[in-house]
């Protein structure tokens, strides 16, 4: 990992505001580079420097294809998809990070590890998105604000 953030979740966790175990991992938002892939993942090789999504997610379900990939019926098929640092799954503030289904779940970046867009690109994980989908969700255009 070259980047990641803390946001509300992992503050709560800190806070014991939410449940942990013991030795949790928090952090969100990852970015960094690919040390090794699996067998499956065709398209991030070692070395490329890529930021990771959220939603930890399949990619070719049926909910995954309609865009839900929060809703994600391989990796949480009783609710809600999984993120880095729940649902069993380490948080971002560590060397290393297994990222399931890295052909989802990673966008390739250009550029070196911490030049002058590190920061800029790790907004790409969450914060951007988030924020770009309710306003296309809400159809805002710049006359209504």
Known sequence: MTSSTIRG??????????PQSAGSILGHEP?????????AVK??????RVVVTPNI???????????DTNKCLTVNPHGSGATYGSAGY??????????PYGDMACLKLPGKPRDELEDDFV????????????QNLLRLNPEDL
């Open 9 to 18: 979740t992992d503050l709560n966790r800190y806070d014991g505001e939410t």
């Open 31 to 39: 970015m960094g580079i690919v040390d090794v892939v699996g067998y």
């Open 43 to 48: 398209l991030i090789k070692p070395g490329d």
């Open 57 to 67: 997610a399949c990619g070719v379900c049926l909910n995954c294809i309609q865009g």
């Open 90 to 99: 380490g948080g971002a503030q560590a060397e290393f990070l297994k990222v």
């Open 123 to 134: 907004l790409l994980a969450d914060i951007l998105p988030t924020a770009y989908l309710q």
